[in-house]
C-alpha cells in the first residue's frame, strides 16, 4: 500500500490540487494529513479531491471545527495526535514535535510522522523513524510531501517539482 503523508497546507490550493491530482492518477491508496491545512474551504476541497482512506490531525493552525468535518467513513480524524494501525503498520501521527512522547507512551509505532517546522527531514531516535515529510504549501520550503510504502515500510521525501503530471 502507497500512503501520500502531508503536511502544513495553510490553504495552498493550487498545491493541494496538483498533489492531488498526481496522487489519484498513481496508484497512491490513501492519505496521512498532519495537521495545518487550515480552514474549511480548504478541508472541502481536500474532500471534493481524495475519496480514498484519509487519516488525519489537527495543527496549531487549523481554524475549522470539529463539526467542520465532513462525516464520511472513509476519513479517520485521530485528533491532535495518535496512533493509527495501517497495512497492519504502527504509525504515530503528530504536529508539534511536543507531542512525540506521548504519541509513544501509547505503544511502539515503526515510523511517527509529525509537522509543524515545514522542514523536510529524518532520522532514527531509539530505533523509532521520525520523518517530517516538510509542507506541502511551500511555506519557507520548496513544497513537499512523503510517500510511504507500507509493505517495505520505507517513505520517499518528495518536493512537489519532482512531479511528473
Not at 484519509?54 to 467513513?73: A, E, K, M, R, V
Not at 496512533?83 to 511536543?98: A, N, S, Y
Request: hydrophobic residues 35%; contains cysteine; negative net charge.
Amino acid at each position: 500500500m502507497t500512503i501520500l503523508v502531508f503536511s502544513d497546507l495553510h490553504d495552498n490550493l493550487p498545491n493541494l490540487e496538483t498533489c492531488f491530482n498526481w496522487a489519484n492518477n498513481n496508484q497512491v491508496d490513501a492519505a496521512i494529513f498532519l495537521g495545518d491545512l487550515t480552514n474549511t474551504d480548504t478541508l472541502l476541497e481536500l474532500a471534493r479531491l481524495w475519496p480514498k482512506e484519509f487519516y488525519f490531525i489537527q495543527g496549531n493552525c487549523d481554524t475549522y471545527l470539529t463539526s467542520d468535518i465532513p462525516s464520511y467513513p472513509q476519513w479517520h480524524n485521530v485528533g491532535r495526535y495518535g496512533q493509527i494501525i495501517v497495512d497492519k503498520r504502527h504509525i504515530g501521527l503528530c504536529h508539534e514535535p511536543r507531542y512525540w512522547e506521548e504519541v509513544l507512551r501509547e505503544g511502539s509505532v515503526e515510523v511517527l510522522f509529525y509537522g509543524h517546522s515545514h522542514k523536510p527531514w529524518e532520522e532514527l531516535d531509539n530505533n523509532t523513524w521520525l520523518v517530517n515529510p516538510g509542507t506541502l504549501g511551500g511555506v519557507y520550503y520548496p513544497a513537499s510531501f512523503a510517500l510511504y510504502d507500507t509493505v517495505n515500510n520505507i517513505w520517499k521525501l518528495k518536493t512537489l517539482s519532482q512531479l511528473k503530471i
